[in-house]
C-alpha cells in the first residue's frame, strides 16, 4: 500500500505541476492580452461627435476672442475719442476747467435784487421768475389792510 500510496501521490504532484505551469502560462497570455488592450484603449480613435464637438467649440472660442479683440479696439477709441473732445471742448469755452467746486450738502443764501425796497422794477423780475417768491408776496399783498395796498403785488415795495 505504501507503494501505491506514493505512485499516487507522485502523480498527483505531477498533476498538479502540470496544471500549475498551464495556468502560469495562462496567466502570462492574460497578462499580455491586457496590456495590448491597455495600449489600444490609450492610442484609440477619437469618436466623430466629439471631434465635431471639438472642432464646434474651438470656432465658438476663436468667434468670442474676435468678439473681445474688437470690443477692447472700441473701447480704445471711444476713450480717445471722450479725451479728444474734452480737450476741444475745454479749448472753446474754458482753457482750465473746475471740477466738483460745488458743494451740494451747504446751505446757500440766495439773495435777489428783488429783497430791495428802492427797486420796484426788481420786484416785478424776480416776481415773474420765482413762482415760489410771487405767491409768498401775494400772500403778504392779500393779509394787508385795503388801504395798505398801494398796487399789484408785483410793485408794490412792502
Known amino acids: 500500500m505504501t507503494a501505491d500510496h506514493l505512485r499516487e501521490k ?5 498533476d498538479f505541476n502540470k ?5 502560469k502560462e495562462i496567466n502570462a497570455t492574460l497578462q499580455v492580452s ?13 469618436k466623430p461627435e466629439d471631434i465635431q464637438m471639438i472642432a464646434e467649440l474651438k470656432a465658438m472660442l476663436t468667434e ?5 479683440k474688437k470690443l477692447i479696439e472700441d473701447n480704445k477709441f471711444y476713450q480717445l475719442e471722450l479725451v479728444n473732445r474734452e480737450t476741444n471742448f475745454n479749448k472753446v469755452f474754458n482753457s ?23 427797486q420796484d422794477v426788481a420786484w416785478g423780475y424776480c416776481l415773474s421768475v420765482n413762482p415760489v417768491l410771487r405767491r409768498a408776496k401775494l400772500l403778504r399783498w392779500l393779509l394787508q389792510t385795503p388801504s395798505a395796498r398801494s398796487g399789484s403785488p408785483a410793485t ?3
Open 96 to 118: 482750465s476747467p473746475t471740477v466738483g467746486v460745488i458743494n451740494p450738502l451747504t446751505k446757500v443764501s440766495v439773495r435777489c435784487m428783488c429783497m430791495s425796497q428802492e
Open 10 to 14: 507522485n502523480i498527483m504532484w505531477a
Open 34 to 46: 491586457l496590456e495590448e488592450m491597455e495600449e489600444k484603449y490609450l492610442n484609440r480613435e477619437s
Open 64 to 68: 468670442r476672442d474676435q468678439v473681445i
Open 156 to 158: 408794490s415795495p412792502s
Open 19 to 23: 496544471t500549475n505551469e498551464l495556468l
